[in-house]
């Protein structure tokens, strides 16, 4: 086993704190790789604070992860040692399954094997996530990172990136559509840059008037300040898209009111009840759909990172050590991040 250094926590209410543990021993089909950096999501939070309940600890959170490949098993063919490597939310699924058969691993029927708070199917032993130096994975859940990215600014992307990145694919976002983006976060600010780069008169809607500037400077074409119900009704029913990034159940019917005929709104936040309910009249009128979707499969992570390195995008990132990794799950509750923070790994190997 590999004896491993990261940052864990042992219940719903305690801080991260250094955290040693054992990883598997790479076989043939895995890359054994050092992390270099890890993202911190918003998920992070929710699953330390066993917000949506099912949390197991010691839990050792991070899913946003981008390392060098420090090993290859007899079997690998894609990267080899020394490669830039992306590990995202998944680190198995069941193969057999339809949803596994069309590429979207992350709705294998099975469940997928998540990158931490899961369990091995085999083993049975927890995983633990990438806020640690090293992890091991099979390569066909691990990405390719394109050289030309800046890896520190690249790690959002396996989480926050492909999580707006897949929705905005799937519902076809482009040329000659408004569309808009709720909720200016980690995701939020990923979907700027996405759904711009696609071709969409693209609107930041967002609780926070202090953020329209950077919303504009991120590629937004118009700010929304939803908490403004003038604003609000301004832009009447004239929305093809929206992506809904709030981490919290709240009131989805004023943002479907901003729909236009058979528009649809994505959740990719809010996991929890939605208070207060949804009105039918609220869909009915309009033909409007609200629909919810997950990360990404394997297939598509990949497409995605390639999309970045051709339309040069990256995460805005603020890169801070482990240890003041508390700090900034504090700040990203008070809704301050610009717009995600990135752990660089290099401040867990200088202690040890
Ligand atoms: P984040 O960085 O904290 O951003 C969320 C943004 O939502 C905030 O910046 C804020 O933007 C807005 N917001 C926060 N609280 C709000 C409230 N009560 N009412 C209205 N707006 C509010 O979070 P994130 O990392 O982007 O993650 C967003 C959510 O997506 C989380 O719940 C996370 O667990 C989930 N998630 C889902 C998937 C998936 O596969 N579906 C993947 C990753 C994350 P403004 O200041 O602009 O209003
Ligand atoms: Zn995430
Ligand atoms: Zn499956």
Redesign the pocket.
Known sequence: MLQTHGYAVQDASSPLAPFVFSRREPGPHDLHIDILYCGI???DL?QCRNDWAGSTYPMVPGHEIIGRVKAVGAHVTKLKVGDFAGVGCMVDSCRQCAACHADLEQYCEKGPVWTYNSREYQSQEPTYGGYSEQIVVEERFAAKVPSTLDLKATAPLL??GI?TYSPLRHWKVGKGQKVGII??????HMGIKFAKAMGAHVVMI???PA?AKDALRLGADQVLISRDPAAMASHGTSFHFLLN????G?DLNPYVGLLKLDGTMVM????TALTPPLTGASIIHGRRSVAG???GGMAETQAMLDFCAQHHIVSDVEVIAIQDVNKAFDR?LK?D?H?RFVIDMASLRSKH
Do not use: E
């Open positions: 999501c918003h998920t929710h989480c926050a999580t909720g200016l976060g980690g995701l939020g967002t609780t926070s953020k990034t709030i981490p919290n709240h990719v936040g809010a996991l979707s997950a990360i990203l809704n991040v717009y």
